[in-house]
């Protein structure tokens, strides 16, 4: 059900102008961390030659290409204009379209597979979207998602996130309530989003990796640049607090420091499902 705190369609629209900001930092910071998905989720769709495939949130473009890779049939949407510009400059032999995933432009039953890299972080009507993704698939067509876990597992976003709770900073007002950002962390939660939609074969997986980062400055910028939610969580607070909020990420972050930088635990839900034959 949806929760009626959320204001959705503000929430959409703060997350749509965000990414149009946030495009370099995001492909600088979090490329070499969600490519590392792009291949679990082209296998939970069995993804093949000849394949009709759609890539939603597909920001550059990557998880699209590799589907090309293998040599599937490929379109790539995402809301933000300046993501599909980079993701044509990245890869201008594929197709990539604006769209919404709450509303995508192709008729029913249009794609083999469908998956979508994290986007499910950022939607204010997760299971609409969900029905939309269900609703493109052919009969038999498979759908695989990806999110983060919980922030003591994935860490990347985890260290910044504890920063701000032992600061004592509260969200900034003008930011619109969203969805819980970790409720899909919760297997039973990820697995009941896709048999709500009446997908079959559902299953959720845990995927745990290490992410290097050259020192707790380049972690810094990275998630203020490379976020929305998270960005304007801490450029939305005072000078003050931001100091304090820093003074606790440079403490928190110390346990993960190793010769030459910070090594950084990554854990990763996948859920995939198929729409009934």
Same mark, same amino acid.
């Given at each position: ?11 959409? =629209?703060?997350? #749509? +102008? @965000?990414?149009? /900001?946030? &495009?370099? !930092?995001? %492909? ?35 998880? =699209?290409?590799? #589907? +090309? @890779?293998?040599? /599937?049939? &490929?379109? !790539?949407? %995402? ?199």
């Amino acid at each position: 059900m949806t929760d009626p705190t959320v204001d959705a369609d503000s929430f959409n =629209a703060f997350e #749509a +102008a @965000g990414w149009e /900001a946030q &495009v370099a !930092g995001y %492909d600088e910071f979090f490329v070499p961390i969600t490519t590392r998905l792009v291949e679990p989720l082209l296998d939970a769709t069995e993804i093949g030659g000849g394949d009709r495939v759609l890539d939603v949130a597909s920001g550059p473009g990557h998880v =699209a290409a590799g #589907a +090309a @890779g293998r040599g /599937a049939s &490929v379109v !790539g949407v %995402d809301i933000a204009e300046g993501m599909l510009s980079l993701a044509r400059r990245l890869h201008p032999e594929l197709e990539f379209r604006r769209g919404d995933a709450e509303a995508l432009p192709f008729p029913d039953g249009s794609f083999d597979a469908v998956v979508a890299n994290f986007l499910m972080l950022h939607v204010g009507r997760p299971e609409q979207v969900v029905d939309e993704l269900a609703r493109v698939l052919v009969p038999g067509g498979r759908l695989a998602l990806t999110v983060w876990d919980v922030p003591g597992r994935a860490r990347v976003l985890g260290v910044l996130l504890e920063a701000v709770a032992a600061a004592g900073a509260s969200p900034p007002q003008d930011i619109p309530v969203g969805p819980p950002f970790f409720r899909f962390a919760d297997d039973e939660e990820f697995s009941a989003l896709l048999r709500g939609r009446r997908l079959e074969d559902v299953e959720v997986r845990t995927i745990d990796f290490t992410h290097r980062e050259a020192s707790p400055e380049t972690l810094w910028r990275g998630l203020l640049g490379g976020t929305v939610r998270t960005a304007a969580l801490i450029r939305g607070q005072t000078s003050d607090m931001q100091r304090r909020i820093r003074a606790d990420f440079d403490r928190i972050v110390r346990q993960h420091e190793v010769d030459g930088g910070l090594e950084l635990p990554v854990s990763v839900k996948l859920a995939s499902g198929r729409k009934p034959a």
